[in-house]
């Protein structure tokens, strides 16, 4: 018997784009269908996405259509509380996972979640929860772009934004595909490019084979691009025009609880960075969603409900 007439509490878009966009509500709990999970939710990260569905961005575009809120927040973690038909994980047992998708009523701005099992995974001891909850959205993007890189054979790689949280992640895993990684980031960030491995620069010069564009420089980034080399973006609803046969490439993200078991293993041994801008709790999402606004943070401003 599910507890169906309880409720949880959320952070939801209920005006997108308004002067008071956020409200917290509460929700009521729903049985699970067959190869969900329930996770009692420990932290939440906030993404420059949700700040888009915020403002009403992606709603204007036509990407989320709503009748009543919008769901905010991509990636958790937490402790399961209650497995669904057909998984095979124990209550009390501590994971992280991401949300797809944008046209959704729900998020991870929660104090519950329902999602699939297969797009979660379990959180390695010696990783904590709030650290944790700052991998799956950004190091799976990364993961799935140097995918579509591919092997790097030693040419040259620009990476903008990476000192960015999906920056900080395309940098060591392209530089284990081969590639030859410079750092596009802001002067003070010279430090923590190179401890990543990469060249660094804060001037943006041309003539580079292949240019991933975590920074969202769009056509400013493809006009550093060599002619017919690739450009590889993250803006799948913003694709920038080919120009002087520049091939065009944008990654978009898809949850994989597999690849990410990988990513959270590797943050838990320290090989790839987990990086905590500051703790808030959940009622203060308007002032963490304020911080990430006003740019230049490292890390992310997590959510706790
Ligand atoms: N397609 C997908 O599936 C997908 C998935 C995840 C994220 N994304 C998108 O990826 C983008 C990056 O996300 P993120 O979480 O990594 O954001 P982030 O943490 O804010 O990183 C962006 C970085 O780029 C830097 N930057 C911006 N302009 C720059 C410039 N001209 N020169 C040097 N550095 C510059 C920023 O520095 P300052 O802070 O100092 O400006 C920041 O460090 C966002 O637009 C997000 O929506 C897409």
Avoid: C, K
Avoid at 63 to 92: R, Y
């Amino acid at each position: 018997m599910t507890n169906t007439e309880q409720t949880f509490r959320a952070a939801v878009v209920t005006e997108p784009g308004g002067p008071d966009p956020i409200s917290l509500v509460d929700l009521p709990v729903v049985p699970l269908e067959p190869g969900q999970v329930r996770v009692a939710v420990a932290a939440a990260a906030v993404n420059p996405v949700d700040l888009a569905v915020r403002d009403g961005y992606m709603h204007r575009l036509g990407l989320i259509d709503q009748p009543h809120h919008t769901g905010l927040g991509w990636d958790f973690s937490g402790t399961v509380l209650e497995a669904g038909p057909g998984v095979d994980l124990a209550p009390g047992t501590r994971v992280a996972g991401l949300v797809g998708g944008l046209d959704r009523d729900f998020g991870t701005y929660a104090e519950q979640l329902v999602l699939s099992a297969s797009d979660l995974a379990a959180v390695p001891d010696g990783l904590d929860l709030v650290e944790a909850a700052t991998v799956p959205l950004n190091a799976l993007t990364a993961l799935q772009l140097v995918d579509i890189l591919g092997d790097g054979e030693g040419r040259a790689l620009l990476v903008t934004g990476a000192a960015g949280a999906v920056g900080g992640y395309v940098v060591p895993l392209a530089l284990e595909r081969g590639w030859r990684v410079t750092g596009l980031a802001r002067p003070g960030d010279e430090e923590f490019v190179r401890a990543l491995g990469a060249e660094f620069t804060a001037v943006p010069t041309r003539g580079w084979d292949v240019v991933a564009d975590p920074a969202s420089l769009q056509e400013q980034a493809v006009a550093l691009v060599r002619d017919g080399g690739r450009f590889v973006g993250v803006q799948p609803s913003a694709r920038p025009e080919p120009e002087r046969g520049v091939t065009i490439e944008v990654v978009s993200i898809v949850p994989d609880g597999v690849a990410l078991a990988g990513l959270l293993a590797r943050t838990a041994t320290g090989e790839l960075p987990a990086r905590v801008a500051e703790v808030l709790p959940l009622d203060r999402v308007d002032d963490a969603h304020a911080a990430v606004a006003r740019g230049g943070v490292r890390g992310r401003y997590v959510l706790v409900p």
